[in-house]
């Protein structure tokens, strides 16, 4: 083995060995170029440049099963994400709902100021494909009794016929039980608002007791009148649709279309207390 | 033991320097490019040091020596910086390695082994040199570089040597084995 650290090849190649390991060293500590390590960087290049482009392809391919569990996970979070917000959606969606729907009841609370609300949700309807009968989700620990008038910002829904602990019943003004001492609001005209079985699953009532000349019109609107009745005086009712003269009776019926939409009924308000309208000597005298 | 150097024609070294210095350079390549972007445990693998050993178990000392002196120029000339003394560790490594192949060892895959993790040992204490002479004496955290610069390199370049010698000692026996004692 000391024979060949001797040897005059050995010598040379380290003596070779130090020029390369020195020179270039120098160089660089003088800020000088190589032109052999250029000419070797120049020609290694384009191959620096394909196995460069072929690894990042292979790390791309491969970075996708390494970040697999990364993008499952992120994918979770998204998923979950996208649950939340579409909650809060549904949330805002029925928020602003509830919005519109208290607005109305505003106009109603500031033209009777006299009335308590109850906020109620329809948790159940019976009679068949056309309610009218409806479960609201207040009784009697919210302070509600029967014969409360039950309405909507639109007009008269019904009354609380039934009352359970954390439940009421509500029968419509489509059903034959249910009348209203009604009046039309342009003319002042009285009769009174009943339910007629035929018609009720058209969402149709009828106005009876009209004089046969009585000043009303098809497209007249309906109000309670408040005498003797569940409801307060001034309530919408409906909107005159047909008028049918009566020949036995020699009056005149008038069909209504109510004015609150019982197909499609959520949220609706009991009026638990309200000032009950009393008829003057003089009004009675006018009416 | 055999104690007689190789008898090679400086016609045939000659011959063999070229195709190993391309063979070389490729790695060299191969290792600054590729593996800058695959790191095995975080390092960039040795893969010329492993490619001088094979060179210096089946071809003796004296292209041992010279492939060790164009492996550690070609891989400072494409990935060192600064100071390296990759040309003389090589080379040193290269024919040491060489006359234990032909005195205690043997040619084979262990040998080859042994001679990489003693020659992977040397170059690692000369990066350590390298790297006092670049961070300065203030900022020259051996244990630093030893978990961050050594052990990663170390292992990446003994893994990622395997595929080079099974690659290196297939050229050598297409092109060289039957010409060894040719001269």
Known sequence: MSKFFKSRFFIAALLCAIVLVTVPSVLSVMGLGNYVRSALGTAATPFRYAFTEVAEGIDGFVSYFREFDAINAENRILKDKIAELESRLEAAEATEEENRWLYGYLGLKREHIDYEFEAARVIGRESGNYMTIFTLNRGSMHDIEPNMPVVTEKGIVGYVSEVGANWCKVVTILETASSVGAFVERSGELGLVEGIYELKDDGICQMSYLPPDADIKVGDVILSSGIGSLYPRGLVIGTVTELIPDEFSRTLVASLKSAADLTDLRSVMIIKSFNAYTVSEEDAANE | ?183
């Open chain 2, 1 to 183: 033991m055999n104690n007689q150097l190789s008898p090679i024609s400086w016609q045939t070294l000659f011959k063999k320097s070229i195709v190993w210095g391309i063979w070389l350079f490729f790695l060299a390549v191969f290792q600054t490019s590729f593996f800058s972007v695959f790191r095995p445990f975080g390092a960039v693998p040795d893969l010329v040091l492993p490619a001088v050993i094979v060179i210096a178990i089946y071809d003796r000392e004296r292209m041992g020596t010279i492939a060790g002196i164009m492996g550690g120029y070609i891989a400072d000339a494409l990935g060192g910086v600064g100071l390296s003394l990759s040309p003389i560790v090589y080379m040193i490594c290269g024919c040491i390695i060489a006359l234990l192949a032909y005195s205690v060892l043997r040619r084979d895959f262990m040998s080859w082994v042994v001679g990489t993790v003693f020659s992977l040992i040397i170059s690692g204490l000369a990066s350590v040199i390298g790297a006092y002479f670049a961070a300065g004496a203030v900022h020259f955290d051996i244990s630093d570089i030893f978990s961050r610069l050594l052990l990663p390199q170390f292992f990446a370049s003994l893994l990622m040597g395997v595929p080079v010698y099974f690659l290196t000692k297939l050229i050598w026996s297409r092109f060289f084995n039957n010409r060894e004692m040719e001269g």
